[in-house]
Every structure is written in structure tokens, then in C-alpha cells.
């Protein structure tokens, strides 16, 4: 069988590696921490900085395909690898996502609604940002943020020194404030043919800017969610992408329409996909896997309503409960300690499709 070596070793190229063991391929997970979740169900591991070239050079030669499983892979990692191995969704993908003024340029590019936006490298250009595009504002780092961190929101009255001092001077863009109704994303996956299949757009609920829940069938209209399948598509194209994307937007209600703005762009699989473990024909893991292997792409359609719950620090503990309860697909990541903000595990409501 052949080998699929994956950069990053979190919960996500956990689930990466089952979904690819079920379909006969051995990972190789290369990740600079040693005590990282997808490790346990590796069949190689390399612990190794993403600066090591002789360590790359080695993980390269031992596997057929490379995929990442976060975003901040440096993108000179990318290209060295890629001069050895194909590296999928690709150097293009990941280096457009993260950094939040090329993503945004990417989008407006393609004629993809944005919120109105601003580079912030100094804290005069900050001003003139919020003179412009008015408060509140967010302020958020062009690299590096998740969760909500190295972002911040300044509000009538906020002082934009300290603001611009919260995120260490870093180079940032502001953006303006959404008032959005709901927030979606779309999951795409594209293979190495260029066919597209794309999942039910799934609605989620962020708690302490950590995604709390998702849901299926989000409570959108048809046509909206078209809107969206499309939009994802258009952006996976431009990128001539191979493996699944997120897109996560926000849905404007004005009067009686509906406007979808996008927020920002995931190269991978993505916390807002896993409720199709559980919910649809085949889950975002394996379409990845299938889409950079280079197999037909599997069915994405969606069999049963569904709610993703993520299991955060101590919501983990009570995990006897979640698994005796009907319904409920419990998934773990065999994390060691749980602390606040760690995304532990996620249970999956399924019930049937009414939606
Ligand atoms: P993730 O963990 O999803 O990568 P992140 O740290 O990259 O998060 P964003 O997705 O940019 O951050 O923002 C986090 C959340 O903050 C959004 O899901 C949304 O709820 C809110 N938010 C971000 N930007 C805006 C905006 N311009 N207007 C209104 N709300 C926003
Ligand atoms: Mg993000
Ligand atoms: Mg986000």
C-alpha cells in the first residue's frame, strides 16, 4: 500500500489517519511536538522542527503524498518538501490562508464579499483604519491567530494604542464589525481531476471564540445555501485545490434577503466538518484522504440531521454519559490532561433527516 505523510499532528491528522487506515494507507505524521494526539495512530512518526531540512528531506523520501493538517505549516516547508513530493491541497492553498491580507485579497479577487478591510502596520495606519471603516472594529494579526486569539475588538471609545499593543505590534488588518445573523461554512472537496463535490452548509455557534456547535440542516434559505456550495466551489478552483476546504462565513439578513460574507478560509479538514462522521454518506477525513490519493471522490450527501458538540477542558470528564446516551457518537482524541480551552473530544447528536 502506499504512504500518506501528513505535517501536523493534532486531532485532525488523528482523524486524518484512521480515515486513511480504513482505506489501506500507512501515515507517517511529521509534527515538532512529541506528544501529539495523531501519534498514537500513526504508523511512522518523526519529531522534528518544520525548519529541519535533513528531517523533511527523509520524510519526503518515505512517502507517497504529503498533506498538512493545520495552516501554519511554514509555507517555505511547503516548497521544500514539494520539490521531493506532491504536497496537497498545495504551497498556493496554504499560503493564501495564513495570511489574513492575501486571503481577503484572494477573495475580492474573485469577486467574493469580504468585510471591509484594512493592513494595519503601524499605529497610524490603525487610525486611519478605524477613521474609515468606523468601530466596532476587529483587529486581527495576519498570521497565526485560532480560537479568537491575536485578535481584538475595539469599540466606541477604545484606546487603539493599547489595542495595537495587545497584539505586540504585530502586523494585522483591521476589519470591519458584522452584524451577522448566523454563521456557515461550506466543506468542499475538490480531487486531482478537478471534480467537486460539496457537504450540507452547516451552521455554527461559537462559545468563548471556540466553535461550540455545529449544525445540520443550517437554518438557511435554499437559496442562500447554493449560494455558499458555489461560492466554496469558485474558491477551491481559483486554487486549483485538490483535498477538502472549508469556508466560513457569515450570513447578513437585510430586510427580507439574505448576503454571505466570507470570514476566512481553512486548507484543510475542519472542526465545522465533523458532524459528517456521523451524518453523511462519508465523512471529511476520507474524502480528503480519497481527493490527494487521487480515488474517486465519495458520496457527501448528508442521511440524517445532525448536531456537533465540541468537548471542551472539563466537558470532556462526564464522557460516560455521553456514551451511554442515544443517539450520541462520542469521539475522543486520547488527549492526556485536559485543559480550559483544549479541545478534548466532540459528540455527534444524529437524528433523522427532517431537513
Ligand atoms: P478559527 O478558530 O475559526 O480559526 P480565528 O481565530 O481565525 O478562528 P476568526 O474566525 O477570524 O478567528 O474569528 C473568530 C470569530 O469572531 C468568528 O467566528 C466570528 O464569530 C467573530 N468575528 C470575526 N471577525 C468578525 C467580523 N469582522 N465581524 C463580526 N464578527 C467577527
Ligand atoms: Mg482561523
Ligand atoms: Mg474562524
Known amino acids: 500500500g502506499s504512504t500518506i505523510g501528513i505535517l501536523g499532528g493534532g486531532q485532525l491528522g488523528r482523524m486524518l489517519a484512521v480515515a486513511a487506515a480504513e482505506l489501506g494507507f500507512r501515515c507517517h505524521i511529521y509534527c515538532p511536538d512529541g506528544e501529539s494526539p495523531a ?108 480560537d479568537g486569539k491575536g485578535q481584538v475588538k475595539i469599540m466606541p471609545g477604545d484606546d487603539a494604542a493599547a489595542a495595537y499593543e495587545a497584539l505586540g505590534h504585530r502586523p494585522a488588518v483591521l476589519e470591519g464589525f458584522i452584524s451577522f445573523a448566523r454563521e456557515v461554512s461550506a466543506l468542499v472537496v475538490r480531487g486531482r481531476g478537478g471534480e467537486t463535490a460539496v457537504y450540507d452548509i452547516t451552521e455554527n455557534v461559537h462559545r468563548n471564540h471556540i466553535l461550540h456547535t455545529s449544525t445540520v440542516p443550517a437554518a438557511i434559505r435554499p437559496e442562500t445555501a447554493a449560494e455558499a456550495r458555489a461560492l466554496g466551489i469558485r474558491i477551491a478552483e481559483a486554487l486549483d485545490y485538490v483535498g477538502l476546504l472549508a469556508v466560513e462565513m457569515f450570513l447578513v439578513e437585510e430586510g427580507t434577503s439574505e448576503r454571505l460574507v466570507v470570514n476566512e478560509i481553512a486548507p484543510r479538514v475542519h472542526n465545522s466538518g465533523h458532524w459528517t462522521q456521523d451524518g453523511a454518506g462519508a465523512s471529511q477525513f476520507e474524502n480528503h484522504i480519497r481527493a490527494i490519493a487521487g480515488w474517486p471522490l465519495a458520496d457527501t450527501r448528508r442521511h440524517s440531521d445532525a448536531v456537533m458538540t465540541n468537548l471542551i477542558g472539563a466537558d470532556a470528564d462526564d464522557w460516560h454519559a455521553l456514551a451511554a446516551e442515544p443517539g450520541a457518537r462520542l469521539h475522543l482524541y486520547g488527549k492526556a490532561e485536559s485543559r480550559p480551552g483544549r479541545k478534548m473530544g466532540h459528540v455527534n447528536r444524529i437524528s433523522r433527516k427532517r431537513g
Do not use: C, H
Not at 511512522?44 to 512517502?63: D, H, Q
Not at 503524498?65 to 521544500?80: D, G, R
Not at 521531493?84 to 499560503?95: D, S, Y
Open 39 to 146: 501519534f498514537d495512530v500513526a504508523a511512522a512518526r518523526t519529531v522534528a522542527s518544520y525548519e529541519n531540512e535533513a528531517a523533511l528531506a527523509a520524510f519526503a523520501g518515505s512517502v507517497d503524498v504529503i498533506t498538512y493538517e493545520f495552516e501554519n505549516v511554514p509555507a517555505t516547508t511547503a516548497e521544500f518538501l514539494s520539490d521531493q513530493v506532491a504536497v496537497l491541497p498545495g504551497v498556493r492553498a496554504l499560503a493564501a490562508s495564513q495570511d489574513r491580507l492575501s486571503e481577503k485579497e484572494l477573495m475580492r479577487s474573485l469577486g467574493i464579499d469580504v468585510a471591509p478591510f484594512a493592513a494595519v502596520d503601524s499605529l497610524n495606519d490603525l487610525e486611519a483604519a478605524l477613521e474609515r471603516l468606523g468601530r466596532p472594529a476587529i483587529l486581527k494579526t495576519r498570521r497565526f491567530g485560532y
